[in-house]
């Protein structure tokens, strides 16, 4: 792996490597993707706000918050609410993790063009098809 990756870690920390690799995992999980993506346009959310997004549990979202906080995707920070006069944490997507899921959704954007473009082109040649089939050619 050392040397596949020299190149790019010319001058940098070999850790940075492992940073980079853990924030995909983080990325690959469906809730933590979904959480992003819901985190993508707000200035933070709490867990109960997630969990009514979502329809998952706070105690599951509280693990994969915790993973996408550690994979620095995620800030959190406290925050009391003045009629409960209680404290609660809220989340928002931080600039690591708009850019991948910005990325993620340009992607899937293109690929559903492009299934559709080619859905629509195969739909066009199969009634050219049944058009000449019908007119006997």
């Known amino acids: 792996i050392a040397d596949v990756t020299a190149e790019m870690l010319e001058e940098s ?3 940075e490597l492992v940073d980079f690799t853990d924030r995909f995992k983080a990325l690959a999980h469906p809730l933590r993707f979904a959480i992003l993506y819901g985190l993508r346009n707000v200035d933070g959310m709490s867990v109960k706000e997630l969990s009514d997004l979502t329809g998952r549990s706070r105690n599951v979202l509280h693990t994969h918050l915790d993973q996408l906080v550690e994979a620095n995707l995620v800030t959190n920070w406290k925050q009391t609410d003045p009629d409960k006069h ?9 600039g690591l993790g708009a850019r ?6 340009e992607s899937i954007s293109h690929q559903k063009d492009a299934f559709e473009d080619i859905s629509e082109s195969n739909s066009r040649v199969a009634v050219r098809f049944l058009v000449g089939f019908s007119a006997g050619e």
């Open 100 to 105: 991948p899921i910005d990325l993620a959704v």
């Open 13 to 15: 920390d070999p850790h």
């Open 86 to 94: 209680q404290t609660y944490s809220r989340y928002a997507i931080s």
